[in-house]
Protein backbone atom coordinates (compact mmCIF):
# COMPACT_ATOMS: atom_id res chain seq x y z
CA UNK A 1 0.00 0.00 0.00
CA UNK A 2 1.43 3.59 -0.36
CA UNK A 3 1.26 6.61 1.57
CA UNK A 4 2.25 9.92 0.85
CA UNK A 5 2.35 13.45 2.92
CA UNK A 6 2.72 15.26 -0.38
CA UNK A 7 0.73 18.71 -0.71
CA UNK A 8 -0.94 18.90 -3.97
CA UNK A 9 1.87 21.39 -5.99
CA UNK A 10 0.95 22.45 -9.17
CA UNK A 11 0.37 25.72 -11.63
CA UNK A 12 -2.35 27.09 -9.28
CA UNK A 13 -0.84 25.86 -5.88
CA UNK A 14 2.74 26.61 -6.68
CA UNK A 15 2.98 30.63 -5.52
CA UNK A 16 1.86 29.09 -2.16
CA UNK A 17 4.68 26.24 -2.14
CA UNK A 18 7.68 28.49 -3.74
CA UNK A 19 6.47 31.26 -0.78
CA UNK A 20 5.91 28.89 1.58
CA UNK A 21 10.38 27.18 0.94
CA UNK A 22 11.05 31.28 2.04
CA UNK A 23 8.71 30.68 5.14
CA UNK A 24 6.15 33.60 3.79
CA UNK A 25 2.45 33.15 4.27
CA UNK A 26 0.59 34.22 0.14
CA UNK A 27 -2.97 34.16 0.14
CA UNK A 28 -4.51 34.93 -3.26
CA UNK A 29 -6.80 38.32 -3.47
CA UNK A 30 -9.43 39.22 -5.77
CA UNK A 31 -8.24 43.08 -7.06
CA UNK A 32 -11.55 43.95 -6.88
CA UNK A 33 -11.98 45.07 -3.31
CA UNK A 34 -8.58 43.64 -2.18
CA UNK A 35 -10.41 40.54 -0.73
CA UNK A 36 -8.13 37.23 0.33
CA UNK A 37 -10.09 33.76 -0.48
CA UNK A 38 -9.40 30.60 0.36
CA UNK A 39 -8.50 28.07 -1.38
CA UNK A 40 -6.74 29.08 -4.40
CA UNK A 41 -8.53 29.33 -7.58
CA UNK A 42 -7.95 30.88 -11.31
CA UNK A 43 -10.96 33.61 -10.83
CA UNK A 44 -11.85 35.50 -8.18
CA UNK A 45 -15.08 33.28 -6.51
CA UNK A 46 -16.20 36.65 -5.62
CA UNK A 47 -19.14 38.44 -7.79
CA UNK A 48 -18.18 40.98 -10.15
CA UNK A 49 -14.28 40.04 -8.94
CA UNK A 50 -11.39 39.60 -11.50
CA UNK A 51 -7.64 38.54 -11.65
CA UNK A 52 -6.17 36.96 -8.84
CA UNK A 53 -3.18 38.10 -7.17
CA UNK A 54 -0.37 36.45 -4.04
CA UNK A 55 -0.03 38.44 -1.74
CA UNK A 56 1.52 38.03 1.50
CA UNK A 57 0.17 38.69 4.57
CA UNK A 58 1.08 38.45 8.00
CA UNK A 59 1.93 34.87 9.81
CA UNK A 60 -0.58 35.50 12.67
CA UNK A 61 -4.13 35.31 13.89
CA UNK A 62 -7.01 33.93 16.03
CA UNK A 63 -7.45 29.86 16.97
CA UNK A 64 -10.86 29.37 16.00
CA UNK A 65 -11.35 25.47 16.35
CA UNK A 66 -8.90 22.87 17.42
CA UNK A 67 -9.64 18.81 16.98
CA UNK A 68 -7.09 16.46 18.36
CA UNK A 69 -6.45 13.16 16.77
CA UNK A 70 -6.06 10.67 19.11
CA UNK A 71 -6.10 7.85 16.47
CA UNK A 72 -3.34 6.90 14.00
CA UNK A 73 -4.81 7.26 10.46
CA UNK A 74 -1.54 7.53 8.37
CA UNK A 75 1.81 5.75 9.08
CA UNK A 76 3.87 8.91 8.78
CA UNK A 77 2.20 11.14 11.63
CA UNK A 78 2.47 7.83 13.48
CA UNK A 79 5.06 8.72 15.78
CA UNK A 80 3.50 12.39 16.42
CA UNK A 81 0.26 10.95 18.17
CA UNK A 82 -1.49 12.66 19.87
CA UNK A 83 -1.17 16.15 17.70
CA UNK A 84 -4.04 18.77 17.10
CA UNK A 85 -5.54 20.44 13.82
CA UNK A 86 -6.12 23.88 14.43
CA UNK A 87 -8.54 26.58 12.26
CA UNK A 88 -6.45 29.89 12.36
CA UNK A 89 -8.89 32.78 11.25
CA UNK A 90 -6.56 35.42 9.67
CA UNK A 91 -6.99 39.66 8.91
CA UNK A 92 -9.88 39.56 5.87
CA UNK A 93 -11.56 36.61 7.41
CA UNK A 94 -9.72 33.77 5.33
CA UNK A 95 -9.71 30.46 7.76
CA UNK A 96 -6.70 28.01 7.27
CA UNK A 97 -6.02 24.54 8.59
CA UNK A 98 -2.48 24.12 10.47
CA UNK A 99 -0.78 21.41 12.34
CA UNK A 100 -0.21 22.05 15.86
CA UNK A 101 2.51 19.36 17.44
CA UNK A 102 1.31 20.24 21.28
CA UNK A 103 -2.63 20.12 21.55
CA UNK A 104 -1.92 22.16 25.08
CA UNK A 105 -0.04 25.01 23.45
CA UNK A 106 -2.37 26.78 22.09
CA UNK A 107 -6.12 27.13 22.33
CA UNK A 108 -9.39 29.02 21.02
CA UNK A 109 -9.37 32.33 20.98
CA UNK A 110 -5.54 32.51 21.31
CA UNK A 111 -3.49 35.17 19.10
CA UNK A 112 -1.33 32.46 17.03
CA UNK A 113 1.74 32.47 15.22
CA UNK A 114 1.76 30.54 11.63
CA UNK A 115 5.36 28.93 10.77
CA UNK A 116 5.75 26.23 8.07
CA UNK A 117 7.79 23.44 9.36
CA UNK A 118 8.77 20.01 8.33
CA UNK A 119 7.26 17.38 10.34
CA UNK A 120 7.58 14.23 8.93
CA UNK A 121 10.72 12.61 7.22
CA UNK A 122 10.60 13.34 3.36
CA UNK A 123 7.85 15.76 4.15
CA UNK A 124 7.86 19.32 2.70
CA UNK A 125 7.70 22.39 5.18
CA UNK A 126 3.86 23.06 6.21
CA UNK A 127 1.85 25.22 8.13
CA UNK A 128 1.96 24.90 11.83
CA UNK A 129 0.90 26.55 14.50
CA UNK A 130 3.29 28.14 17.38
CA UNK A 131 2.10 29.86 20.19
CA UNK A 132 2.06 33.40 20.41
CA UNK A 133 4.14 35.23 23.10
CA UNK B 1 -46.00 21.53 -8.27
CA UNK B 2 -44.49 19.93 -11.28
CA UNK B 3 -44.14 16.11 -11.10
CA UNK B 4 -43.22 15.20 -7.73
CA UNK B 5 -46.09 15.85 -6.16
CA UNK B 6 -47.26 12.13 -5.59
CA UNK B 7 -46.73 10.92 -9.28
CA UNK B 8 -43.97 8.68 -8.69
CA UNK B 9 -43.66 6.12 -5.89
CA UNK B 10 -41.08 4.16 -4.34
CA UNK B 11 -42.96 0.68 -5.54
CA UNK B 12 -40.38 -1.78 -3.82
CA UNK B 13 -37.41 -1.93 -1.92
CA UNK B 14 -34.56 -4.74 -0.45
CA UNK B 15 -31.05 -5.17 0.67
CA UNK B 16 -28.94 -7.70 1.26
CA UNK B 17 -27.38 -8.40 4.74
CA UNK B 18 -25.46 -5.70 6.25
CA UNK B 19 -22.09 -6.61 7.31
CA UNK B 20 -18.45 -6.81 7.44
CA UNK B 21 -16.81 -9.42 5.34
CA UNK B 22 -14.19 -8.69 2.77
CA UNK B 23 -14.59 -12.90 1.17
CA UNK B 24 -18.14 -11.47 0.38
CA UNK B 25 -19.03 -10.41 -3.34
CA UNK B 26 -20.31 -7.19 -3.81
CA UNK B 27 -22.40 -8.81 -7.16
CA UNK B 28 -23.93 -10.91 -3.92
CA UNK B 29 -24.48 -8.12 -2.22
CA UNK B 30 -26.54 -6.32 -5.23
CA UNK B 31 -28.28 -9.45 -6.64
CA UNK B 32 -29.98 -10.11 -3.27
CA UNK B 33 -30.94 -6.21 -3.01
CA UNK B 34 -32.14 -6.43 -6.47
CA UNK B 35 -34.40 -9.32 -6.53
CA UNK B 36 -35.89 -8.98 -2.79
CA UNK B 37 -36.86 -5.50 -4.24
CA UNK B 38 -38.47 -6.70 -7.01
CA UNK B 39 -40.18 -9.05 -5.37
CA UNK B 40 -41.39 -6.57 -2.72
CA UNK B 41 -42.89 -4.32 -6.02
CA UNK B 42 -44.62 -7.40 -7.87
CA UNK B 43 -42.36 -6.86 -10.77
CA UNK B 44 -39.32 -9.14 -12.70
CA UNK B 45 -35.66 -8.41 -14.03
CA UNK B 46 -37.24 -7.92 -17.08
CA UNK B 47 -39.86 -5.22 -16.33
CA UNK B 48 -36.75 -2.82 -15.51
CA UNK B 49 -36.07 -0.49 -18.11
CA UNK B 50 -33.77 1.94 -15.95
CA UNK B 51 -30.28 1.44 -13.49
CA UNK B 52 -29.09 4.30 -11.86
CA UNK B 53 -26.09 2.83 -9.35
CA UNK B 54 -25.01 5.16 -6.63
CA UNK B 55 -21.80 4.21 -5.25
CA UNK B 56 -19.50 3.16 -8.50
CA UNK B 57 -16.04 1.53 -8.33
CA UNK B 58 -13.63 1.06 -6.55
CA UNK B 59 -16.06 0.65 -3.66
CA UNK B 60 -19.23 -0.37 -5.22
CA UNK B 61 -20.49 -1.57 -8.13
CA UNK B 62 -20.72 0.58 -12.04
CA UNK B 63 -24.19 0.28 -13.78
CA UNK B 64 -22.37 -1.56 -16.57
CA UNK B 65 -20.95 -3.98 -14.43
CA UNK B 66 -25.01 -4.65 -12.53
CA UNK B 67 -26.86 -4.35 -16.05
CA UNK B 68 -24.55 -7.06 -17.73
CA UNK B 69 -24.16 -9.43 -14.49
CA UNK B 70 -27.61 -9.57 -13.01
CA UNK B 71 -29.56 -10.08 -16.72
CA UNK B 72 -30.90 -6.02 -17.14
CA UNK B 73 -31.22 -4.84 -20.11
CA UNK B 74 -32.40 -1.02 -19.03
CA UNK B 75 -33.07 1.71 -21.85
CA UNK B 76 -31.92 5.02 -19.05
CA UNK B 77 -28.36 4.43 -17.11
CA UNK B 78 -26.99 6.86 -14.64
CA UNK B 79 -24.16 7.06 -11.63
CA UNK B 80 -23.36 9.23 -8.98
CA UNK B 81 -20.02 9.80 -7.68
CA UNK B 82 -19.24 6.83 -5.56
CA UNK B 83 -19.79 8.90 -2.16
CA UNK B 84 -22.42 9.50 0.65
CA UNK B 85 -25.03 11.13 0.44
CA UNK B 86 -27.17 10.93 -3.36
CA UNK B 87 -29.80 9.21 -1.93
CA UNK B 88 -32.24 11.67 -2.60
CA UNK B 89 -30.35 13.18 -5.37
CA UNK B 90 -30.68 9.27 -7.30
CA UNK B 91 -34.14 8.66 -6.36
CA UNK B 92 -35.47 12.34 -8.24
CA UNK B 93 -33.23 11.71 -10.69
CA UNK B 94 -35.54 8.42 -11.37
CA UNK B 95 -38.55 9.91 -11.23
CA UNK B 96 -37.20 12.82 -13.42
CA UNK B 97 -36.51 9.62 -16.16
CA UNK B 98 -39.78 7.98 -15.85
CA UNK B 99 -41.84 11.56 -15.99
CA UNK B 100 -39.71 12.39 -19.26
CA UNK B 101 -40.67 8.81 -21.04
CA UNK B 102 -37.14 8.08 -20.78
CA UNK B 103 -38.19 4.74 -18.81
CA UNK B 104 -40.86 3.60 -16.44
CA UNK B 105 -39.31 1.56 -13.45
CA UNK B 106 -35.98 2.30 -12.00
CA UNK B 107 -33.96 0.26 -10.20
CA UNK B 108 -31.84 2.69 -7.90
CA UNK B 109 -29.17 0.40 -6.37
CA UNK B 110 -26.64 1.27 -3.90
CA UNK B 111 -24.14 -1.83 -3.69
CA UNK B 112 -20.97 -1.20 -1.82
CA UNK B 113 -18.11 -3.27 0.13
CA UNK B 114 -16.20 -0.54 2.32
CA UNK B 115 -14.06 -3.13 3.90
CA UNK B 116 -12.19 -4.43 0.69
CA UNK B 117 -10.45 -1.03 0.72
CA UNK B 118 -10.44 -0.34 4.28
CA UNK B 119 -11.50 2.73 6.43
CA UNK B 120 -12.28 6.17 4.03
CA UNK B 121 -9.15 8.21 4.38
CA UNK B 122 -7.16 5.53 5.87
CA UNK B 123 -3.70 6.92 4.08
CA UNK B 124 -3.42 3.16 2.81
CA UNK B 125 -5.85 3.48 1.01
CA UNK B 126 -4.68 3.59 -2.47
CA UNK B 127 -7.73 3.93 -4.34
CA UNK B 128 -9.07 6.92 -1.99
CA UNK B 129 -6.65 9.46 -1.33
CA UNK B 130 -9.13 12.02 -1.28
CA UNK B 131 -6.84 14.27 0.42
CA UNK B 132 -5.11 14.23 -3.41
CA UNK B 133 -8.07 15.87 -4.60
CA UNK B 134 -7.30 19.68 -5.90
CA UNK B 135 -8.27 22.37 -3.31
CA UNK B 136 -8.69 19.27 -0.51
CA UNK B 137 -11.26 16.01 0.19
CA UNK B 138 -14.60 16.37 -0.26
CA UNK B 139 -14.56 16.37 3.70
CA UNK B 140 -11.71 18.68 4.57
CA UNK B 141 -8.79 16.36 4.22
CA UNK B 142 -4.93 17.68 4.07
CA UNK B 143 -3.37 14.83 4.12
CA UNK B 144 0.19 16.28 4.41
CA UNK B 145 -0.82 18.55 7.91
CA UNK B 146 -2.11 15.50 9.31
CA UNK B 147 -5.74 15.44 7.92
CA UNK B 148 -6.29 12.52 6.31
CA UNK B 149 -9.68 10.92 7.86
CA UNK B 150 -12.95 12.31 7.00
CA UNK B 151 -13.83 12.23 10.89
CA UNK B 152 -11.09 15.15 10.91
CA UNK B 153 -13.59 17.60 8.87
CA UNK B 154 -16.52 16.11 11.24
CA UNK B 155 -14.66 16.46 14.20
CA UNK B 156 -13.75 20.61 13.22
CA UNK B 157 -17.16 21.24 12.13
CA UNK B 158 -18.43 19.88 15.34
CA UNK B 159 -16.10 22.10 17.45
CA UNK B 160 -16.73 25.12 15.52
CA UNK B 161 -20.84 24.72 16.25
CA UNK B 162 -20.50 23.69 20.07
CA UNK B 163 -17.92 27.34 20.27
CA UNK B 164 -20.52 29.08 18.77
CA UNK B 165 -23.02 28.13 20.84
CA UNK B 166 -21.40 27.53 24.02
CA UNK B 167 -22.57 23.80 24.28
CA UNK B 168 -20.78 20.39 26.17
CA UNK B 169 -19.76 18.21 23.26
CA UNK B 170 -20.54 15.40 25.73
CA UNK B 171 -24.23 15.96 24.84
CA UNK B 172 -23.66 14.21 21.85
CA UNK B 173 -23.67 10.66 23.29
CA UNK B 174 -27.85 11.35 23.12
CA UNK B 175 -27.75 10.79 19.41
CA UNK B 176 -25.56 7.21 19.42
CA UNK B 177 -27.59 5.93 22.51
CA UNK B 178 -30.65 6.65 21.09
CA UNK B 179 -29.80 4.40 17.73
CA UNK B 180 -27.94 1.96 19.43
CA UNK B 181 -31.38 1.62 21.56
CA UNK B 182 -32.82 1.58 18.05
CA UNK B 183 -30.50 -1.33 16.13
CA UNK B 184 -31.42 -3.78 19.47
CA UNK B 185 -34.63 -3.97 17.69
CA UNK B 186 -33.47 -4.32 14.28
CA UNK B 187 -32.25 -7.77 13.47
CA UNK B 188 -30.05 -6.81 10.66
CA UNK B 189 -28.40 -4.13 12.19
CA UNK B 190 -24.60 -4.50 12.45
CA UNK B 191 -24.23 -2.90 15.92
CA UNK B 192 -26.78 -5.15 17.98
CA UNK B 193 -24.93 -5.20 21.23
CA UNK B 194 -26.54 -3.10 24.00
CA UNK B 195 -24.54 0.22 24.80
CA UNK B 196 -24.74 2.02 27.74
CA UNK B 197 -23.39 5.28 28.44
CA UNK B 198 -20.27 4.52 30.60
CA UNK B 199 -19.67 2.09 27.52
CA UNK B 200 -20.39 5.43 25.01
CA UNK B 201 -18.04 7.65 27.01
CA UNK B 202 -15.08 4.58 27.83
CA UNK B 203 -14.42 4.55 24.28
CA UNK B 204 -11.50 6.38 22.54
CA UNK B 205 -11.67 9.38 20.89
CA UNK B 206 -10.77 9.24 17.56
CA UNK B 207 -10.31 12.99 16.81
CA UNK B 208 -11.42 14.78 19.49
CA UNK B 209 -14.25 16.17 20.34
CA UNK B 210 -15.73 12.75 18.39
CA UNK B 211 -15.47 9.25 20.07
CA UNK B 212 -15.45 5.98 18.86
CA UNK B 213 -18.82 5.63 18.73
CA UNK B 214 -19.37 8.59 17.39
CA UNK B 215 -18.27 7.02 13.83
CA UNK B 216 -20.11 4.92 11.64
CA UNK B 217 -18.41 1.33 11.14
CA UNK B 218 -17.33 0.26 7.76
CA UNK B 219 -20.59 -1.60 6.20
CA UNK B 220 -20.45 -3.89 3.10
CA UNK B 221 -24.24 -4.86 1.52
CA UNK B 222 -26.46 -3.41 -0.56
CA UNK B 223 -30.02 -1.55 -0.83
CA UNK B 224 -32.21 -1.49 -4.00
CA UNK B 225 -34.94 0.95 -4.47
CA UNK B 226 -37.47 0.26 -7.17
CA UNK B 227 -39.08 3.56 -8.66
CA UNK B 228 -41.97 3.62 -10.84
CA UNK B 229 -45.09 5.99 -11.87
CA UNK B 230 -47.53 5.90 -8.92
CA UNK B 231 -50.16 3.11 -9.80
CA UNK B 232 -52.04 3.24 -6.42
CA UNK B 233 -51.01 -0.26 -5.50
CA UNK B 234 -50.82 -1.61 -2.10
CA UNK B 235 -47.27 -1.07 -0.31
CA UNK B 236 -46.02 2.11 -2.59
CA UNK B 237 -44.64 4.85 -1.24
CA UNK B 238 -45.50 8.28 -2.86
CA UNK B 239 -42.33 10.46 -3.50
CA UNK B 240 -44.52 13.87 -2.94
CA UNK B 241 -41.58 16.31 -1.48
CA UNK B 242 -38.10 16.53 -3.02
CA UNK B 243 -34.62 18.68 -3.13
CA UNK B 244 -30.99 18.45 -4.39
CA UNK B 245 -27.70 18.96 -2.78
CA UNK B 246 -26.45 22.54 -2.50
CA UNK B 247 -22.86 23.44 -2.92
CA UNK B 248 -20.98 26.69 -3.03
CA UNK B 249 -18.72 28.82 -0.45
CA UNK B 250 -21.53 28.49 2.93
CA UNK B 251 -21.78 25.37 2.39
CA UNK B 252 -19.38 21.87 3.46
CA UNK B 253 -20.50 18.52 3.70
CA UNK B 254 -20.52 18.01 7.35
CA UNK B 255 -21.84 21.22 8.66
CA UNK B 256 -25.24 23.05 8.57
CA UNK B 257 -25.53 26.56 6.59
CA UNK B 258 -22.71 28.71 7.05
CA UNK B 259 -21.13 27.20 9.89
CA UNK B 260 -18.44 24.68 7.39
CA UNK B 261 -14.64 25.71 7.97
CA UNK B 262 -12.30 27.44 5.60
CA UNK B 263 -13.66 30.95 4.26
CA UNK B 264 -17.66 30.77 4.79
CA UNK B 265 -19.83 33.16 5.97
CA UNK B 266 -21.58 32.40 9.17
CA UNK B 267 -24.81 33.53 8.01
CA UNK B 268 -27.01 30.35 9.28
CA UNK B 269 -30.35 29.93 7.38
CA UNK B 270 -33.40 32.01 8.34
CA UNK B 271 -36.38 29.87 9.90
CA UNK B 272 -38.13 31.33 7.23
CA UNK B 273 -35.57 30.11 5.11
CA UNK B 274 -35.70 26.65 6.50
CA UNK B 275 -39.30 26.33 6.59
CA UNK B 276 -40.08 27.78 2.52
CA UNK B 277 -37.50 24.88 1.44
CA UNK B 278 -38.12 23.20 -1.56
CA UNK B 279 -38.88 19.74 -0.28
CA UNK B 280 -41.84 21.02 2.45
CA UNK B 281 -43.03 23.49 -0.15
CA UNK B 282 -43.26 20.83 -3.24
CA UNK B 283 -44.85 18.95 -0.61
CA UNK B 284 -47.66 21.45 0.45
CA UNK B 285 -46.32 20.76 4.19
CA UNK B 286 -44.53 21.62 7.23
CA UNK B 287 -42.05 20.42 9.12
CA UNK B 288 -44.60 19.41 12.15
CA UNK B 289 -46.31 17.27 9.60
CA UNK B 290 -43.25 14.69 9.48
CA UNK B 291 -44.09 12.05 11.42
CA UNK B 292 -40.73 9.63 11.38
CA UNK B 293 -37.13 11.25 10.10
CA UNK B 294 -34.20 9.33 8.35
CA UNK B 295 -31.28 12.36 9.14
CA UNK B 296 -27.62 11.35 7.50
CA UNK B 297 -25.66 10.15 9.98
CA UNK B 298 -22.11 8.99 9.18
CA UNK B 299 -21.16 10.56 12.23
CA UNK B 300 -23.11 11.49 15.49
CA UNK B 301 -23.34 15.42 14.57
CA UNK B 302 -24.72 15.34 11.29
CA UNK B 303 -28.44 14.78 12.19
CA UNK B 304 -28.23 18.33 14.49
CA UNK B 305 -27.60 19.87 11.91
CA UNK B 306 -30.20 18.48 9.96
CA UNK B 307 -32.70 18.78 12.94
CA UNK B 308 -32.36 22.62 12.84
CA UNK B 309 -31.84 23.21 9.05
CA UNK B 310 -35.05 21.04 8.39
CA UNK B 311 -37.28 23.12 11.25
CA UNK B 312 -37.28 20.29 14.16
CA UNK B 313 -35.44 22.92 16.25
CA UNK B 314 -33.81 25.96 15.89
CA UNK B 315 -29.84 26.91 15.04
CA UNK B 316 -27.94 26.00 18.45
CA UNK B 317 -30.77 23.92 20.07
CA UNK B 318 -30.16 20.73 18.73
CA UNK B 319 -27.67 19.57 21.25
CA UNK B 320 -30.67 19.79 23.88
CA UNK B 321 -33.05 18.76 21.49
CA UNK B 322 -31.97 15.71 21.14
CA UNK B 323 -32.08 14.80 25.01
CA UNK B 324 -35.17 13.12 27.07
CA UNK B 325 -35.77 10.69 24.03
CA UNK B 326 -37.37 13.54 21.66
CA UNK B 327 -35.70 11.36 18.51
CA UNK B 328 -36.75 7.91 20.16
CA UNK B 329 -39.38 5.86 18.96
CA UNK B 330 -41.73 7.35 20.72
CA UNK B 331 -40.38 11.06 20.81
CA UNK B 332 -41.25 14.50 19.29
CA UNK B 333 -39.45 13.27 15.93
CA UNK B 334 -38.53 9.25 15.93
CA UNK B 335 -35.41 9.47 14.07
CA UNK B 336 -33.28 6.88 12.16
CA UNK B 337 -35.84 4.39 13.80
CA UNK B 338 -33.43 1.24 12.72
CA UNK B 339 -29.93 2.47 14.00
CA UNK B 340 -28.96 4.54 11.52
CA UNK B 341 -25.85 4.34 10.15
CA UNK B 342 -24.02 4.39 13.07
CA UNK B 343 -25.69 1.07 14.67
CA UNK B 344 -27.40 -0.55 11.60
CA UNK B 345 -25.13 0.18 8.82
CA UNK B 346 -23.06 2.60 7.21
CA UNK B 347 -24.90 2.54 3.40
CA UNK B 348 -24.86 6.19 2.71
CA UNK B 349 -28.50 6.72 4.01
CA UNK B 350 -30.31 3.50 1.85
CA UNK B 351 -30.80 2.14 4.83
CA UNK B 352 -32.81 4.63 6.36
CA UNK B 353 -34.79 4.93 2.84
CA UNK B 354 -35.64 0.94 3.09
CA UNK B 355 -36.99 1.60 6.95
CA UNK B 356 -39.00 4.88 6.15
CA UNK B 357 -40.54 2.87 3.28
CA UNK B 358 -41.42 0.27 5.70
CA UNK B 359 -42.07 2.50 8.65
CA UNK B 360 -44.89 3.88 6.34
CA UNK B 361 -46.34 0.63 5.58
CA UNK B 362 -46.40 -0.24 9.13
CA UNK B 363 -43.77 -3.60 8.53
CA UNK B 364 -41.21 -2.28 11.68
CA UNK B 365 -42.61 -4.34 14.46
CA UNK B 366 -41.02 -3.51 17.79
CA UNK B 367 -39.91 -0.32 16.18
CA UNK B 368 -43.18 0.62 14.95
CA UNK B 369 -44.30 4.37 14.73
CA UNK B 370 -47.42 4.34 15.67
CA UNK B 371 -49.77 5.96 12.81
CA UNK B 372 -46.79 7.09 10.95
CA UNK B 373 -48.11 8.21 7.34
CA UNK B 374 -45.35 10.91 6.22
CA UNK B 375 -41.24 10.76 6.35
CA UNK B 376 -38.34 12.95 5.90
CA UNK B 377 -35.04 11.59 4.73
CA UNK B 378 -32.61 15.01 4.79
CA UNK B 379 -28.93 15.24 4.85
CA UNK B 380 -27.47 18.00 5.78
CA UNK B 381 -26.05 19.31 2.43
CA UNK B 382 -29.28 19.81 1.98
CA UNK B 383 -30.67 16.73 -0.12
CA UNK B 384 -34.15 15.55 0.64
CA UNK B 385 -37.73 13.92 0.20
CA UNK B 386 -40.89 13.31 1.62
CA UNK B 387 -42.24 10.29 1.45
CA UNK B 388 -45.89 9.66 2.22
CA UNK B 389 -47.98 6.15 2.61
CA UNK B 390 -50.31 5.17 0.43
Known amino acids: MTESVAAIDNDLWRPFWQAAEERRLVLPFCCVG ?17 EVEWREVARRGRLVSRIVTRRGFQQAFGDLLPYAIGLVELAGDVRLCAHLSDPEAAAPDDIVGLEFRV ?10 IVASD | MAFLDGRTAIAGVG ?21 TALADAGLERGQVDGLISQVGSPRGLDYDTIAETLGLTPRYCSQTWAHGRFAATVLIEAAMAIHAGLATRVACIMAMKNSDIGRIGEANNPFFHEQFRENGGPHGEQGHIGMASP ?35 TDDAVMHKPMSREDYFAAPYMIEPLRLFDCSPVGDGAVCAIVTARNDRAGEVAITGAQGLRAGRDTFIFAPVGLGFGQQSTTRLTPEQVRGQHVYASAGVAPEAIDVLGAYDSFAPLPLYVLEDFGFCGAGEALDFVQDGRIGLNGAIPMNTSGGQLSQAQMNGWGQIRELVQQLRGQCGARQVRGAKRALWATAGGDALILEAN
Do not use: N
Request: proline share 8%; hydrophobic share 45%; glycine share 6%.
Open chain 1, 34 to 50: DRAFWPPSPISPYAGGC
Open chain 1, 119 to 128: LVDGGQSVLT
Open chain 2, 15 to 35: ASRFERRPQASVLQFAATALD
Open chain 2, 151 to 185: IAGAAMAFDLYCRRYAKDPDLLAAIPLTLRAHARL
